[in-house]
């Protein structure tokens, strides 16, 4: 399965063009075509996937990745850390990782931060308390001092590079809580100082460069993590807002949702998870995109929005069992393979009538 090919030939065109262009123009004119042409090659898709916390983030990018277990998605640890998989991007290493840990500056600026996101962020996340932050803040600092000992000091503002990655290696770096915070191999070694976490990977089915960022996620009883999923809000083009088959859009999601509808040129795309766990796929299923598309265009009357509903978890045992998931297909499918997904897109009737 080709993933982006319609981007690809579109890059191809513009690429096309400017190459084009270059030939016919004076002298004086080429740096400005060049400058254009730079910024077309070193172009990436940048897609997050967000949503609370256990809604199955880490699983669904697994299957997308097809690769089993690859990101921490067991029921604790949990994802603590923003992490950007880097697909095929121009200049990165064919594969490995690089994991970047805060300085003193970056602590400060977590818990005196004043940024357009942030002051969305309370006024429309349920249960955003800055001054919770900051504590929370102090503590993860003072956590990370007591994990790392000695070692805290010189990693501050320093990164760990690896020519390799693994499922292990990045449960040290992002990954909540240690269950043995004086084994230095332990789970979530490192996650109390780690800013953000860069992995590198090649896959043929991209057809254009692509940073797919997994976020901690929203609703966490321990803000700071809240306010990491936040600051990613405005580094991405598309979103991907994981929400759970049982508990579909609560209020911290149509939060989530408004966040994005306040800024310019975001695609959203809900993907509801988990329907393998509902009791009658026929009959749940639909009832379930009916009811989130009905609540997200009563509390957001001008986005548009593309709904899946599919089971990250069921996506994983066909990787488990050798097989590559089934692409999305559309709401005509059998009620045997709609189980695996369902694909609806919705336009509220505000938006569909100003259109």
């Known amino acids: 399965m080709q993933i982006a090919p319609d981007q ?34 070193n172009w990436a898709a940048k897609v997050a996937v967000i ?54 500056a970056d ?17 429309l996340l349920p249960g955003f308390d800055t001054q919770l932050l900051r504590e929370q803040s102090d503590q993860m600092r003072r956590r990370a001092e007591e994990r790392l000992g000695k070692r805290y000091a010189d990693l501050l503002g320093t990164a760990h590079d690896y020519d390799y990655v693994s499922s292990d290696l990045l449960r040290s770096y992002v990954c909540a809580g240690a269950e043995d915070e004086t084994d230095p191999t332990a789970a979530g070694r ?11 990977m090649r896959l043929p089915e991209f057809q254009v460069p692509t940073i797919i960022t997994d976020t901690p996620g929203v609703n966490d009883p321990f803000l700071v993590r809240d306010e990491f999923t936040c600051r990613s809000l405005d580094k991405s083009d ?54 989130v598309s009905r609540r997200l265009c009563g509390a957001i009357p001008d986005i548009d929005f593309t709904i899946v509903a599919g089971s990250a978890w069921m996506a994983d045992l066909t990787l488990q069992d050798g ?16 189980a ?7 336009i509220c009737p505000m938006t569909a009538a100003s259109a």
Do not use: C
């Open 8 to 41: 690809r030939q579109e890059l191809n065109f513009l690429r096309d063009s400017l190459d084009g262009i270059d030939k016919v123009i004076s002298r004086d004119m080429r740096p400005g075509f060049r400058a254009l042409r730079e910024r077309l090659d």
């Open 51 to 104: 949503g609370q916390v256990k809604a199955g983030k880490s699983t669904f990018l697994n299957a997308f990745l097809y690769s089993h277990d690859f990101l921490p998605s067991d029921v604790n640890p949990w994802t603590s850390v923003v992490t950007n998989i880097r697909v095929n991007l121009p200049g990165d290493p064919v594969m490995g990782a690089k994991f970047e840990f805060f300085g003193n």
């Open 107 to 123: 602590w400060n600026e977590i818990v005196n931060g004043d940024s357009r996101i942030r002051k969305l962020t309370e006024q």
């Open 190 to 200: 490192y996650a109390m100082l780690t800013k953000v976490a860069n992995v590198y």
């Open 238 to 291: 598309v979103f991907v807002i994981v929400l759970s088959a049982h508990q579909p859009l609560t209020d911290v999601d149509i939060a989530l949702i408004r966040i994005l509808a306040k800024q310019d040129n975001k695609d959203v795309l809900v993907f509801v998870n988990r329907i393998d766990e509902l009791d009658d796929y026929d009959t749940d299923v639909p009832r379930v995109i009916e009811d």
């Open 323 to 338: 097989m590559r998931p089934r692409p999305i297909a559309p709401l005509s499918m059998t009620p045997a393979s709609r």
């Open 340 to 346: 695996i997904s369902i694909r609806a897109t919705a």
